[in-house]
T-cell receptor, first 109, second 112 residues
Framework: TQLLEQSPQFLSIQEGENLTVYCNSSSVFSSLQWYRQEPGEGPVLLVTVVTGGEVKKLKRLTFQFGDARKDSSLHITAAQPGDTGLYLCAGGTGNQFYFGTGTSLTVIP | NAGVTQTPKFQVLKTGQSMTLQCAQDMNHNSMYWYRQDPGMGLRLIYYSASEGTTDKGEVPNGYNVSRLNKREFSLRLESAAPSQTSVYFC???????????FGQGTRLTVV
């Protein structure tokens, strides 16, 4: 069982639709990050959230950190084919650094 | 800058063989990590090192050993490879907590 559970695991949507990906844990994190991974590559950081209740926007992507710092969400508005990829949340406890189970997003033109 | 460099990129082993995956970073980061990623899945932490000379187990350490040779290098060793260890292995490093983790290109390992 992984520390960070993401849902949904797979998501296939039409271009222009909105979507939300969830990242949940029973543990409290001092900060939480979201990464995006392309096939054959390592994950690349999208955002870091550090304050409970924090909301960050990155163009069409909106990230929220839960008030209790146990969960986070990623919302994409008007998805584009270029958003296709594996989205991963990640959080640390002490020096350990865990990744979520991943959400594989496919945006169909 | 090279960032995080992993070698080899691909490897095929027979069951019972041993091998070492190499990882080096040139960003002077304190923390380094080894993960494995199975198809369509997230990354699972195998071992990590918070600083030179220290290593600790992660979520799935069984069947692996690690060595933090110096601040730059963190190697992962499979003493007796098993088919269940077929996976893509990623090394990562970061400065400290709450900072960005930088990844290598991955090693695709197949154990037959």
């Amino acid at each position: 069982t992984q520390l960070l559970e993401q849902s949904p695991q797979f998501l296939s949507i039409q271009e222009g639709e909105n979507l939300t990906v969830y990242c949940n844990s029973s543990s409290v994190f001092s900060s939480l990050q979201w990464y995006r991974q392309e096939p054959g590559e390592g994950p690349v950081l999208l955002v870091t959230v550090v304050t409970g209740g924090e909301v960050k926007k990155l163009k069409r992507l909106t990230f929220q950190f839960g008030d209790a710092r146990k969960d986070s969400s990623l919302h994409i508005t008007a998805a584009q084919p270029g958003d296709t990829g594996l989205y991963l949340c990640a959080g640390g406890t002490g020096n350990q650094f865990y990744f979520g189970t991943g959400t594989s997003l496919t945006v169909i033109p | 800058n090279a960032g995080v460099t992993q070698t080899p990129k691909f490897q095929v082993l027979k069951t019972g063989q041993s091998m070492t995956l190499q990882c080096a970073q040139d960003m002077n980061h304190n923390s380094m990590y080894w993960y494995r990623q199975d198809p369509g899945m997230g990354l699972r932490l195998i071992y990590y090192s918070a600083s030179e000379g220290t290593t600790d187990k992660g979520e799935v350490p069984n069947g692996y050993n690690v060595s933090r040779l110096n601040k730059r290098e963190f190697s992962l060793r499979l003493e007796s490879a098993a088919p269940s260890q077929t996976s893509v292995y990623f090394c990562a490093s970061r400065e400290d907590r709450a900072t960005e983790a930088f990844f290598g290109q991955g090693t695709r390992l197949t154990v037959v």
